[in-house]
């Protein structure tokens, strides 16, 4: 499953690279453990992925506002804290990126998590996680 997933409306793609955010999310994704020093987001299920939006209206359309919307879903079990401290560490890396597009640009960010519970068929077929657990 992709574990991050970045909406974007596409005015933005001239004043910030994305696929840059991309890698520094995962990048920093890697990095997150558990209370018993676990990463969170196993190396070989670690996704990415950005969209720009279609169609998009935001607030009331007086200027081309921006607007970044990004949502990580972790697997079940993990404390609040665990969610919280992969949340905070999150949003300080889209903070460092967007930061001098905030300086000029009129642009909204979110960063929520969910976790997966009550999933009712949750299948892998992958390469990637045989190759990071060895």
Request: aromatic share 8%; net charge negative.
């Amino acid at each position: 499953m992709p574990h991050c997933v970045i909406l974007y409306t596409p005015n933005l793609e001239t004043k910030t690279d994305v696929g840059a955010l991309c890698r520094k999310l995962a990048d920093r994704m890697l990095t997150i453990k558990d209370e018993a020093g676990k990463q969170v987001f196993p190396t070989g299920g670690t996704r990415v992925l950005a969209y720009p939006a279609a169609h998009y209206a935001v607030a009331d359309g007086e200027d081309d506002y921006g607007f970044i919307y990004i949502n990580v879903r972790m697997g079940a079990g993990r404390s609040a804290e665990v969610q919280k401290n992969a949340g905070d560490r999150l949003l300080e890396v889209v903070k460092a990126h967007v930061a001098p597009m905030f300086e000029k640009e009129l642009v909204g960010v979110t960063l929520q998590i969910d976790e997966s519970p009550g999933q009712v068929y949750d299948a892998k077929h992958s390469t990637l996680h045989p190759l990071f657990n060895k």
